[in-house]
Nanobody, 123 residues
């Protein structure tokens, strides 16, 4: 049974940092593409960052230079380091996994999703 469990969300002031984690189980993590998506109230879900099985990465323009996606050495946990956070980064953040491990595009079909972790950026 595939499971993705996110953690690390919370409330932070503008300019602050958070690190999100996504623990994966029930699938061969290293052969999948992994990604972080987010959805703010009233908005469509959008891709934030993705990494394929070769380690290639892709970022939304809005987070380039501020967010970093990575995996641990054992490739069982996905991370999203978020720095210089802005109020517009406030959203529910979701971890996702795609069997199509060679693509880090947000348009790829992501087969598995976590339950999400809330990030709130406000003064």
């Amino acid at each position: 049974q595939v499971q993705l469990v996110e953690s690390g969300g919370g409330s932070v002031q503008p300019g602050g940092s958070l690190r999100l984690s996504c623990a994966g189980s029930g699938f061969t993590f290293s052969t999948y593409s992994m990604a972080w998506f987010r959805q703010a109230p009233g908005a469509l879900r959008e891709g934030v960052a993705a990494i394929d099985s070769d380690g290639s990465t892709n970022y939304a323009d809005s987070v380039k230079g501020r967010f970093t996606i990575s995996q641990d050495g054992a490739k069982t946990t996905l991370y999203l380091q978020m720095d210089s956070l802005k109020p517009e980064d406030t959203a529910m953040y979701y971890c996702a996994a795609a069997r199509r491990g060679w693509s880090c595009q947000f348009s790829t079909t992501y087969n598995y999703w976590g339950q999400g972790t809330q990030v709130t950026v406000s003064a």
